[in-house]
Structures are given as C-alpha cells and as structure tokens.
C-alpha cells in the first residue's frame, strides 16, 4: 500500500493504526479519488519518495492525524479560548471604541467652517509654516470641493485616535525596553512578527473576538500595526543619548526620573519623532484595510471600487489617501525637522 | 595645611570581569596585569592606589590612555564601584553611602568637567550652567544671577542665550567649567578638559584654570595624559602606569628626581627650562654680600626666564626672593646642571 506503511509495521505499530480507523476525519478529494481507482501504488521508486508529511504518513496509517487537523485543531483552540478572551479583552478595549466613536462624531457634526480653520491651526502650531499651512488648506479644500470631505475626515479622525493611542503606549514601552535588555530580548520577536505579519492577518481572529459593528475592531488591528516603530525608535533613542551626558547628570546627582525627563527624552525626542512619523503613516495604510471590517473612510471608497469595478471612485479615493499621507508626512516630518534645529548636537 | 587629606584613597583595586572578588586574590598574590587578562580573562583596572588629595590643590593624576586614570577619577563620585578599597572624603566614608548620601554628595560635594564638555544640547547656555541648581529643583530665575556671574568670569558674557551647538569647543569647555563652578562644590573632578581643544585653546584654558583657583581654592583632580599639562597645573602630580601608582609628589621634585624609568622616557622630551622653576633648582644663601649678586630673581620665574635674563652667562648668582624675603641663590652653573636631560646625565656615570 502505501510508501511508509512498511515502517509503521517495522515499529509493531500496525494494530495500531488498524484500530483507530482515522474514521472521525472526512475522506479528502485524493482518497476517494484512490479509492476508485483501485490500489495502483504497489511499490513506488525511490525517485518518487514522498516526503515523510502529515498526509503521506496519515496514508500509511490511518491512526495518524492529518495536516488539516492541525489547521482545525488550532481553530477550535482559539475558538474555546475565544468566550473567556473576549470576556477580558472586552471592557478592556471598550474606551477604544468610545474613542473612535467620539472622534468620528465631533469631526462629522462640527461645520467644516470650524474643523478646517482649526486644522490649519494646528499644522501651523506644529511646523511654524505658512507654505505648509497653504498646502493643508489647499488638499483639504480640494477633497472638499469633490464632496469627499467627509470620508477624509472619517479616515484623519480615526489616525488621530489610533496614532495618538499608538504614542501613548508605545512611548513608555519603549522607555522600559531601553532600561531592561531583558525586556527588550522579549519584545524584538514580538515587534518583529507585529512588523512582518500581512496585515489582513490581524483581522482574522479580531472577527471572531469583537462584533464587527464595533469600532475597537478595526481600532485594535490599526494599532497592533501601527505601534511598532515608535517602540523601536524610542528604545533606539534613549539606548542612543550619549553615553557621557548620562555620565554628567549622574554626577551631577540627578535621580533616575530626572534623568529620564530632563535628559533621555528629550535627547531621544528626534528619534521618538521619526518612530510618530512612521506610526501615523502605518496607520493610514491600515485604515484602508480595516475598511473590510467596517471602518470608514476614503478606505470604504476604495472597496467600493473594488468590488463594483467603478474606477473612477476607486482612483480618486486612492488619490485622497495619497493626498492625507502627503500632508501627514510633510507636517509630522516638519515639526521633526524643528526638533532637530533645536539640537543638533 | 598638611592637616587631613581633602580625599584619601586608600588600597583601591578595581578589577573589571565577571568575578572580580576571585581575580582580586590572584592580583593581591602578585599576579601582573598582562597575565591576569591572558589565564583568568580579567582585565586590571587599578592595584592599590593610595593617594592624599589635599584642600584647595590642583592634584593631576596623568598616565597614559589604558593607564586607569579616568577609571581613578570616577571612583571619587562612584560612577564606578571599586572592587577594594576605600575612599573618604572629609573623614567620611564614600562607600558607605547609601543612594540619597551618595546623590547629596554628588550635587553638593563635587562638581564635573568632561572632556567631551558632556553639554545638554537642548538647553540653552544658561540653562547649562545652572544644570547643578536645577537638579537641586531650583528654578532659573534663582539661580540665573549666579550662572551669569560665573558665565561672565570663564568670558562668555553675551552666549547667556545660545545652544552649545553654535558655540566653539572652548567655548563650550567654559560653559562645562561655569557648569561646576556654578554648583559651587569645593571639590572639582576634571577628566581630561582640555584634551579635545587645540593647543592654544588648551593654553588660554588652562591659564583661566590657574587663575580661577588662585582665586576659588578649591580642591582640583584633573586627569590628563599631556605631561606639559599635568607640570603646568599640578600642585601634587600622581603618575600611573597600568593601573599603578608609578611616582606621585611635587612636580619639579619627580622631574629632577625621576624614580622609574618609564618617567624617564616620559620627561625625555619636554622643555625643562620652561618646567622648572627657580625654587626647585636654587640652593641655601651662603651670606653674599648684596653686591655680589646679579639681581633678583622671583622663586616661580621658570629657567627660560632667567636664562634670557642672563644673556647665556653662567658666572651670574642671582638673589631668590619670596616676596620680600629673601630665600636662596641661584648659580647659572646649577641651572646648567638642572637642564641636562636625565637619561644623557645618567649614561656617561655608567660609562665610568
């Protein structure tokens, strides 16, 4: 019969095998397809060895578990630890959602005669520009003018609340990571896998944690994405200050909390800075993709293209995307770039 | 002012790896440094050190790099723990501390100067100079009058409001020394201050040093590798040499009488007329008439000064006079005598 059938016998495990029948596991496509055609496979050439896989081994001896239980077996795991998880994470993450609902509520309901002029405000408190302020102004209009106002500011409302999340944790993470090399052996794999996991990964087991009407939903996957580089660049920059400037305000009888506010901060803050720049713009890139679990936004345009083949929606909206990370960019990069005057060392 | 040392360094071994305890029985057993590195993988920082550093001295502790003098000088304020040993300073034991003795010592006791000036670069020249009042949980207007004043006296009136960045490296070397003379500490550690600058920088900084202390009296450690440095500044000069104390005392008394031969090596090539004083090379007065001197001579004039004054004469006897005492002679023959190299005086006596 099968190739490895010869070794289960040699390891006197063929009662075994016989017994357990492999019964509670359906037949796949390539059983039912061998069963009709009779047993052909008598004796295969070394040439054509398969390699020794959950399948071929399960041909051989039907006591032994496919590879889809494994796939399964990870599924019903998730899915019995899923009620108790939930029951944690639920109140837990509950302020995400009244964030994000607030956010996105004060920026719908208040006039665009406010929200426009504040926003210009603000760009100009932060980079001390006009051009960049004229820039804001003009994109702003401009999506305003081809009535995509309101998917903008959907899409800027929930940045704002997600980077701004993403700072708050990510900071003091970082922070510690830097004060203990222990902490930061662990963390490294873990913000490495956050980093490289596809995106829509996330997505998957957040749908069968939170309801899909929630706005934490997609709130949490934007911020798992989007939390890595301010974590890393904080630890990088407070791992970074000059070591003889941490001597200095040792011997000048500075106390750890003083050391941190007084020195490792604000010398890390051009660092800490760049890891915000990075932040928002992940974040931007996740919100499209968390338009497929129900966030708003130029994202829900997108999709919209997608799956009615409207072009022209999809391209003008990609184009507002491009439009919000633009000005992000250019603001973020030119309150950095203030920073930066301030203390080149 | 022989009364008790300012800091007394007594039996200080340092010995850097990971089981320092053990590696310091080996050392005390007489195991040398190089070995110690090659069969037990420790590396020997320092081997007992003892030292006096006396109220209101300039105490230069020079050696060259890899010689253990900045590890020395940290030791003072525990920026590094020694693995045996003492330190005290005013009688009081500085291992014994506990954090918040140590902090009070450190903000109060002694202030530092870095040789890479160590500056905030956020902070304004001000702000860096007040740096010892702000940890104290001043705020700048209570210390801005005294950071002015010391700002004004090492000659940066007018930078109160710059950021070290558009400063020059002098310049920011005198911020670091406001910096330290504003936390008005009588102990000030310098490790190394002026090796970053250039030349003549270094000189114009170390002629503001002098002038500060003859001033201030403070008690001063200053690290250097620059001999010319340690003779111009030392009141009390300390050599080390791979983590030992190789000659330590008066200056002009280790040149004129070097007791190693690596200090031998080390003075062959500096200006000894510009180094040595009159004090170091005149004799007693053996009752000469007024008349039969060439005139006076201040006991600090260098040689090289004495020697323009001469023309090059060695027949002329000048008076030594300290003040308005007079307290020795000085024959242009022992000045001679003084300004032959070491090495070159000891190799003919071989010969003979």
């Known amino acids: ?30 059983q039912l397809l061998a069963k009709n055609s009779g047993d052909k496979v008598a004796d295969t050439s070394l040439w054509d060895l398969p390699f020794p896989s959950l399948d071929a081994l399960h041909k051989a001896c039907p006591a032994w578990p496919q590879s889809r239980e494994l796939t399964k077996g990870l599924e019903h795991a998730f899915l019995n630890v899923k009620d108790s998880l939930s029951l944690v994470l639920d109140p837990i993450t509950q302020p995400l959602s009244w ?24 760009v100009f408190l932060v980079t001390k ?70 995106p829509f990964v996330y997505l998957i087991p957040l749908i069968f944690l939170f309801s899909v009407t929630e ?62 720049n990075q932040t928002i713009m992940m974040s931007l890139a996740m919100v499209v993709i968390a338009s497929l679990v129900s966030a708003p936004g130029l994202g829900v345009l997108v999709l919209k293209g997608i799956r009615n083949l409207e072009l022209g929606v999809g391209l003008v909206s990609g184009l507002g995307i491009v439009i919000l990370a633009v000005i992000l960019d250019r603001v973020t ?5 203030r920073i930066n005057a301030a203390q080149k060392a | 002012m022989t009364a008790e040392p300012k800091i007394a360094i007594r039996n200080l071994y340092k010995i850097f790896g990971p089981e320092p305890e053990v590696a310091l029985e080996y050392v005390k057993r007489g195991v040398g440094k190089a070995d110690l590195l090659e069969k037990h993988g420790h590396v020997l920082g320092l081997k007992d050190i003892n030292v006096d550093i006396r109220h209101g001295e300039i105490t230069v502790i020079m050696g060259l790099s890899g010689s253990g003098k900045s590890t020395l000088i940290r030791h003072l304020n525990r920026l590094i723990e020694p693995t045996a040993g003492e330190v005290r300073v005013d009688d009081q034991d500085v291992l014994a501390f ?17 040789q890479k000036f160590a500056l905030l670069p956020h902070r304004t020249v001000l702000e860096n100079a007040g740096m010892a009042m702000d940890v104290r949980g001043k705020r700048v207007r209570e210390f801005e009058a005294a950071a002015r004043k010391w700002l004004t006296r090492v000659g940066l009136e007018g930078n109160e409001n710059q950021y070290p960045h558009q400063l020059s490296g002098g310049m920011q070397q005198r911020v670091g020394i406001a910096r330290a003379l504003v936390s008005n500490s009588p102990i000030m550690l310098m490790d190394e201050a002026f090796s970053a600058l250039d030349p003549l920088i270094r000189s114009d900084m170390q002629d503001l040093l002098l002038e500060l202390q003859a001033e201030l009296k403070k008690t001063i450690v200053f690290i250097t590798h ?53 004090r170091s090379v005149m004799r007693k007065m053996n009752g000469g008439a007024a008349g039969d001197y060439a005139g006076d001579l201040n006991e600090r004039d260098n040689l090289e000064s004495v020697l323009a004054r001469s023309g090059g004469d060695t027949r002329l006897v000048y008076r030594v006079v300290r003040g308005d005492d007079t307290v020795g002679e000085l024959a242009m023959t022992d000045l001679t005598r003084a300004l032959v190299p070491t090495n070159a005086a000891s190799a003919p006596a071989e010969r003979l």
């Open chain 2, 226 to 278: 620059d001999l010319d440095e340690a003779l111009k500044l030392a009141d009390h000069l300390v050599i080390l040499k791979d983590g030992e104390v190789v000659q330590q005392g008066d200056p002009q008394h280790i040149l004129l009488n070097p007791g190693d031969p690596y200090i031998v090596d080390f003075i062959a090539d500096i200006n000894r007329a510009r180094v040595l004083r009159v």
């Open chain 1, 1 to 30: 019969m099968a190739t490895y059938q010869s070794a289960f016998n040699a390891l006197g495990l063929k009662d075994w095998c016989a017994g357990d029948g492999g019964g509670n596991a359906p037949m796949s496509m390539a």
């Open chain 2, 98 to 114: 506990n954090e918040d003795q140590l902090r009070e010592l450190r903000r109060t006791q002694m202030s530092m100067v870095f």
């Open chain 1, 215 to 276: 706005s934490k939903l997609y709130g949490i996957a934007i911020i798992l994405y989007a939390i890595v580089p301010v974590v890393r660049l904080t630890n990088l920059g407070i791992r970074l200050v000059d070591k003889e400037v941490i001597e200095a305000a040792d011997a000048f009888g500075m106390t750890e909390r003083q050391k941190l506010y007084k020195v490792q901060i604000p010398l890390a803050l051009p660092n800490i800075m760049a890891g915000v």
């Open chain 1, 129 to 198: 520009s006009w051009k960049l302020v004229g820039l804001v102004a003009a994109s702003i209009l401009l999506l305003a003018f081809i009535d995509y106002y309101t998917y903008a500011m959907q899409t800027l409302a929930i940045i704002f609340v997600c980077a701004f999340l993403c700072v708050l944790l990510g900071v003091p993470i970082g922070i510690a990571m830097a004060r203990s090399d222990l902490l930061q052996r662990l963390l490294i794999p873990v913000l490495d896998m956050l980093q490289t996991l596809p």
């Open chain 1, 333 to 337: 990069k030119a309150s950095l770039a």
């Open chain 1, 99 to 122: 964030c994000l609902d607030g956010a996105l509520y004060v920026m719908q309901n208040t006039p665009w005669w406010i929200v426009i002029p504040v926003l210009m405000a603000v």
